[in-house]
């Protein structure tokens, strides 16, 4: 190479080259990152700063609404929700802006510190950088810092209006007016002047819209009984022997219950879709002005709340069908009650619509303060003049006053309301009123729905139905698959209890609808305890995603069994193996997918998977080995509580199943604490694993000098005949062996409930005593060969060849003892000297 120094330095030259032109790209990006790269990043800090501000601009303007709207609850209500609105928009703000500062910092990292004095200078385009890289960092913490800043002052500005709002509700409860000013003549003149502005406003109205709008209101009230036909006469057709039912026996509780329940709501319903179609329509056709607007909505509520109230009466007191009451007071005193309750929610529902019309006509205060006073006292008078019926009537004819506890309550109420009206306490007086009409009815008719889920829920309870009944005729499932839907049933109608009347109860103790709205939008977006932020919608999303992957499991283990394995002629036990092994990989599957759909972090869950690993490791096998036996017996059910089992030694009905262990009652009634491992490792017979169906024997002897045949006719009767025995599968007889002491037969028959065999062999047995000594048959009592008093016969020989070695070794025997005799001592026979 020194001898081609020429052709030395062309290479080195090519090799610099080369080395420049694969560094360019990482230099280029290390130096100079791209412009316009560079200024879409720098436009998103920009965004954010102006979304701030305009954030900033709205939190101003509701803080001043605040301070003028401070006795308008409703408008209190309208700014929260605002305000809920503005501060996710600020946490938003603050999110977007962390991807960008993530980047800086990263990149900062990369570039790494400015070189410290004394060091070679770095280069120029690296520390500008830096610099606008710090600059921007500046620039983002500052508006995070205004974001959480923001988030905060509109923490303070919804506490403010809670608080507000808790002084207004505190005031009217607390409030004392001067009844002098209420009852001065003023007040009657007050009081025909609304009502005549009230009928000169609906006049008005009504004159307009038949003249010009008669129309659309004919349309629209068309519909809208169009909407509530529909919806009565489809409830009719599904639940018309719930509503009306035409039966005059005795109903069940759970019939009882249900007819209550849709009773009251089905009409109510419809009475609702009614109002609210008129209400749509007229409003959509432009028939409704502003006034007119709010009477009719008001109206329509009161309407609606009379009816419901009156409909709940009549059906929990049910004074003309007194078989289908729930409470058990006497049909006259049923009417009173009846009377009594729908006059209380009528003087309530007129009490509320004349306080909006007062709003509306801008009535003095003096009038309103009459009004509440009035409708406070009736209501008291009212709950008094219920305390005092005498709902009861005993054997003898004499009548019975309610329970203490409830009598007193009522005298209560109605006292409290009256005296707190008399003492010009007409806010508090008004407030109890309003809360026993409609809150009261609210809670009845929810504690009715609540019975009646657990009716339907309870073991049983869905099959004895109207729709479990249809469902066991109509289909093939089984009893213990209408539990199941029973309890399915069960779960759906509380949850729609809830949901439907815990927001209704909310409202009426002084709870607005944004209220609601904001709490539902809380639940929806998470709530944060902590680190940890629990989100019921990811939750109910997981619980979604793994049903969904449950039964897209089962179908494709049904598929795959009956569609595949079968037509492959696959054997039956690898057909099964793969059918669970199939069955419990999707299971997991689905678990885990709905896991990760419920936003949990399945790395959170290393740490319990090693926890659990140590505890396995240092001695707890057998803890875990139980429970997992408990979650296999959980999941597989191979028996539930109540089912007769038989483990070992122990036999008993299952009373209670636990991760650990499975608690037994025994016939004795003794608990016997099994461990679920021995439950799943050992062998397990279940008398009621799908049903109770089950056979049971009874064992009978007959003499052998008896007529078998006779014996086997009277033993067949017998056994069709008990009430309890099932006609199919048919009892019979079995002839099952000729026994040392007596013919020997066998007495098969199935039973609905096997835990009644006792009684039923009870019953046979006693039935057979009798039947045999009409018939004259005999039933030995001693074995066969001591009556006869027959020689038993020797034994046949097991063994001929040990037998003869036995015989030959008993000669040789004697012969030897023979020989071993002295000579004058053996006697033989003497010789015939004759």
Request: proline share 2%; no cysteine.
């Given at each position: 190479m020194s001898r081609f120094p020429l052709f030395r330095a062309v290479l080195h030259m090519l090799l610099v080259v080369l080395a420049v032109a694969y560094a360019a790209p990482a230099l280029a990006q290390t130096a100079a990152p791209p412009q316009a790269s560079g200024q879409a990043k720098v436009a998103i800090v920009a965004e954010q700063q102006n979304v701030l501000q305009g954030l900033t601009a709205k939190v101003n303007d509701l803080e001043k609404q605040i301070g003028q709207n401070k006795d308008d609850d409703d408008k209190l209500v309208d700014i929260r929700l605002k305000l809920d609105g503005l501060s996710q928009e600020a946490l938003q703000s603050a999110l977007a802006l962390r991807p960008r500062m993530a980047e800086i910092n990263k990149r900062i990292e990369q570039i790494g510190p400015a070189p410290a004095s004394g060091q070679p200078a770095e280069p120029e385009i690296v520390s500008h950088e830096r610099q606008t890289l710090t600059s921007e960092k500046a620039e983002i913490n500052a508006a995070i810092a205004t974001a959480q800043a923001l988030s905060v002052r509109i923490g303070n500005l919804i506490n403010e209006v809670a608080t507000t709002r808790s002084d207004l509700f505190r005031n009217l409860l607390t409030r004392r007016y001067a009844l002098t000013d209420a009852f001065s003549g003023q007040v009657l003149s007050d009081a025909q002047a609304g009502f005549s502005s009230l009928y000169k406003a609906i006049s008005s109205w009504l004159s307009f819209a038949l003249k010009y709008k008669a129309q659309p209101m004919l349309l629209a009230t068309m519909m809208a009984l169009l909407a509530a036909f529909v919806l009565m006469f489809g409830g009719?057709?599904?639940?018309?022997?719930?509503?009306?039912?035409?039966?005059?026996?005795?109903?069940?509780?759970?019939?009882?219950?249900?007819?209550?329940?849709?009773?009251?709501?089905?009409?109510?319903?419809?009475?609702?879709?009614?109002?609210?179609?008129?209400?749509?329509?007229?409003?959509?056709y432009g028939v409704l002005r502003g006034d007119i607007r709010t009477f009719l909505a008001t109206a329509m509520t009161v309407i609606g709340l009379v009816f419901c109230v009156n409909r709940l009466a009549n059906a929990a007191l049910s004074p003309a069908r007194p078989q289908w009451r729930l409470i058990p007071v006497e049909p006259e005193a049923g009417r009173w009650l009846v009377r009594l309750t729908t006059a209380m929610a009528l003087v309530i529902g007129v009490s509320s619509f004349l306080a909006i019309v007062n709003n509306q006509m801008s009535a003095p205060l003096s009038l309103t303060v009459a009004r509440s006073f009035l409708a406070a006292v009736i209501v008291g008078i009212l709950l008094v003049l219920m305390g005092m019926v005498k709902p009861f009537r005993t054997k003898e004819g004499e009548w019975r006053r309610w329970p203490v506890w409830l009598r007193t309550s009522a005298y209560g109420l109605g006292a409290?309301?009256?005296?707190?009206?008399?003492?010009?306490?007409?806010?508090?007086?008004?407030?109890?009123?309003?809360?026993?009409?409609?809150?009261?009815?609210i809670l009845l008719t929810a504690y009715i729905g609540l019975l009646s889920a657990r009716a339907i829920g309870a073991e049983g309870g869905f099959g004895n139905?109207?729709?479990?009944?249809?469902?066991?005729?109509?289909?093939s499932l089984e009893e213990n698959t209408l539990d199941q839907l029973g309890l399915v049933a069960s779960i759906a109608l509380n949850v729609l209890i809830v949901l439907i009347f815990l927001p209704l109860?909310?409202?009426?103790?002084?709870?607005?609808?944004?209220?609601?709205?904001?709490?539902?939008?809380?639940?929806?977006?998470?709530?944060?305890?902590?680190?940890?932020?629990?989100?019921?919608?990811?939750?109910?999303?997981?619980?979604?995603?793994?049903?969904?992957?449950?039964?897209?499991?089962?179908?494709?283990?049904?598929?795959?069994?009956?569609?595949?394995?079968?037509?492959?002629?696959?054997?039956?036990?690898?057909?099964?193996?793969?059918?669970?092994?199939?069955?419990?990989?999707?299971?997991?599957?689905?678990?885990?997918?709905?896991?990760?759909?419920?936003?949990?972090?399945?790395?959170?869950?290393?740490?319990?998977?090693?926890?659990?690993?140590?505890?396995?490791?240092?001695?707890?096998?057998?803890?875990?080995?139980?429970?997992?036996?408990?979650l296999i017996l959980l999941a597989e059910r191979p028996f539930k509580v109540g089912d007769w089992i038989v483990t070992g030694d122990v036999s008993g009905i299952v009373k209670k199943i636990s991760v650990r262990a499975t608690e037994v009652e025994t016939f004795q009634r003794q608990s016997m604490i099994l461990p679920n491992s021995s439950l799943i490792n050992g062998a397990l017979g279940n008398w009621t694993h799908r049903n109770k169906l089950g056979r049971m024997e009874i064992k009978v002897g007959v003499a052998y000098d008896s007529d078998a045949q006779k014996a086997h006719a009277v033993l067949t009767e017998i056994a069709r005949g008990h009430p309890m025995v099932l006609k199919n599968p048919e009892p019979f007889v079995q002839f099952t062996n000729f026994g040392p002491a007596a013919l020997e037969f066998e007495v098969r028959v199935f039973l609905a409930d096997i835990t009644n065999g006792g009684s039923v062999q009870n019953d046979i047995r006693f039935a057979i005593l009798d039947a045999f000594d009409r018939e004259g048959i005999a039933i030995p009592s001693t074995v066969r060969s001591m009556v006869e008093k027959k020689p038993a016969l020797e034994p046949w020989p097991a063994d001929d060849d040990r037998t003869e070695i036995e015989a030959a070794e008993q000669e040789q025997a004697k012969a030897e003892a023979a020989r071993r005799q002295p000579k004058g001592r053996r006697r033989g026979p003497k010789p015939d000297r004759g």
């Open positions: 009719r057709r599904i639940f018309g022997r719930l509503i009306d039912p035409t039966r005059t026996e005795a109903p069940s509780y759970l019939s009882r219950l249900s007819r209550t329940f849709w009773s009251t709501l089905l009409p109510t319903m419809a009475l609702g879709v009614f109002f609210s179609a008129t209400y749509f329509f007229y409003d959509y409290f309301t009256i005296g707190a009206a008399l003492l010009g306490y007409i806010g508090l007086a008004t407030f109890v009123s309003l809360q026993v009409v409609v809150t009261g009815t139905s109207f729709v479990g009944r249809w469902l066991a005729e109509n289909s109860i909310l409202m009426m103790w002084g709870f607005q609808p944004g209220d609601i709205q904001a709490w539902g939008y809380r639940l929806a977006t998470g709530i944060t305890i902590g680190s940890v932020t629990i989100s019921f919608t990811g939750i109910l999303s997981g619980i979604v995603v793994f049903i969904i992957g449950y039964f897209l499991t089962r179908w494709f283990q049904g598929w795959l069994d009956g569609s595949v394995m079968a037509r492959g002629k696959v054997d039956t036990g690898v057909r099964n193996s793969i059918r669970l092994a199939v069955g419990y990989a999707g299971v997991a599957l689905a678990g885990l997918v709905g896991v990760s759909a419920a936003g949990i972090d399945l790395s959170n869950l290393a740490l319990v998977a090693g926890a659990l690993s140590l505890g396995i490791g240092f001695g707890l096998q057998n803890v875990v080995s139980n429970f997992v036996s408990g």
